[in-house]
């Protein structure tokens, strides 16, 4: 498994997690969602997870959902190429 893919497991995980409680995310499971996402270097991520975690005390269903969705469609998605990675490429 490449570690992409062991990442949106873990995200995954934690997400329906969270969800399947419907009742107030603890601290210790914010600050841990909060930091894979800091490590993520994804600012899509790290938006939906700083949605996820304003919106899940009064709607954790629809706030649960929308993490996930975004982690499988971030996760199933070609990773951005950066000019410099294709300069590389060229240059051998």
Same mark, same amino acid.
């Given at each position: 498994m490449t570690v992409? #893919?062991? $990442? &949106?497991?873990?995200?995954q995980?934690t997400?329906l997690? /969270?969800?399947? %409680?419907q009742?107030p $995310?603890?601290? %210790?499971d914010r600050?841990?969602?909060? /930091?894979a996402?800091? !490590?993520s !270097?994804?600012?899509?991520?790290? =938006? #939906?997870i &700083? %949605?996820?975690?304003a919106?899940h005390?009064t #709607? @954790?269903a629809? =706030?649960? =959902?929308a993490?996930?969705?975004?982690?499988l469609?971030?996760?199933t998605?070609? @990773?951005?190429?950066h000019?410099?990675?294709d300069r590389a490429?060229?240059d051998g």
């Open positions: 992409r #893919a062991e $990442v &949106a497991a873990e995200f995980a997400a997690a /969270m969800q399947s %409680r009742r $995310v603890l601290i %210790r600050l841990r969602l909060a /930091m996402g800091l !490590g !270097g994804d600012e899509e991520l790290r =938006a #939906a &700083a %949605r996820f975690l919106d005390d #709607a @954790p629809a =706030a649960g =959902a993490l996930q969705e975004t982690i469609r971030r996760c998605a070609a @990773p951005t190429r000019a410099w990675q490429d060229l």
